[in-house]
């Protein structure tokens, strides 16, 4: 149990409906990402933040895709107007950036995203 | 641009010995990881190295070369269980990891 959980662990949507995800980071953790990962694929960066603050996007990332983390503590993603290339699985991972350049993050179970 | 290699696939003997390469080209170097990744399941961590040199942990071990820009995942004494993909990832100048689209082992008995 690495103590990231994600939720829902599972969703099918219809092409156009608009999803939400939800990841509850380790929590002294102040780093928290968010990837997309297709089949045979590593992960493919979408976004993180660093405590509340949203510091980088990801170029692939369209405007249809939106991520918050007001507090810093959870953070939703947000998926409007699915499309079928949407489907994936969207992992979430937590780290602690210290002093030290060891980063080491930490995986949720992710949530699999099917659109149909 | 960010590059990192590994082979696609692998196929190795339960029992025997399997090393997995992965060459890379990144803005920065802060280290590297490799993750394991059973089907349908999260990475999890197996091993970090930032200077050159063997880190050994059990089973495993890695090996890192800074100049050469490579590594590779030694696994010995195969068990069936080892059967994953395994993702070797870059920390970058900004500490953002850039991931390999990682290499499926296949153990067979």
Not at chain 1, 11 to 25: A, E, L, M, S, W
Not at chain 1, 40 to 65: H, I, M, V, W
Not at chain 2, 17 to 35: K, M, P
């Amino acid at each position: 149990d690495t103590g990231v959980s994600q939720d829902p662990r599972h969703k099918i949507t219809k092409r156009g409906q608009n999803v939400t995800f939800r990841c509850d980071p380790i929590s002294e953790h102040n780093r928290l990402y968010w990837y997309r990962q297709t089949l045979g694929q590593g992960p493919e960066f979408l976004t993180y933040f660093q405590n509340e603050a949203q510091l980088e996007k990801s170029r692939l990332l369209s405007d249809r895709f939106s991520a918050e983390r007001p507090k810093g503590s959870f953070s939703t993603l947000e998926i409007q107007r699915t499309e079928q290339g949407d489907s994936a699985m969207y992992l979430c991972a937590s780290s602690i950036l210290g002093e030290v350049a060891y980063n080491e993050q930490f995986f949720g179970p992710g949530t699999r995203l099917t659109v149909l | 641009g960010q590059n990192i290699d590994q082979p696609t696939e692998m196929t190795a003997t339960e029992g025997a010995i399997v090393q997995i390469n992965c060459t890379y080209q990144t803005s920065g170097f802060n280290g590297l990881f490799w993750y394991q990744q059973h089907a349908g399941e999260a990475p999890t961590f197996l091993s970090y190295n930032v200077l050159d040199g063997l880190e050994e942990k059990g089973r495993f071990s890695s090996f890192l070369s800074r100049s050469k820009g490579y590594s590779y995942l030694l696994l010995k004494e195969l068990q069936m269980k080892d059967s994953a993909s395994y993702l070797c990832a870059v920390t970058d100048s900004n500490y953002q990891l850039i991931w390999g689209a990682g290499t499926k082992l296949i153990i067979k008995p």
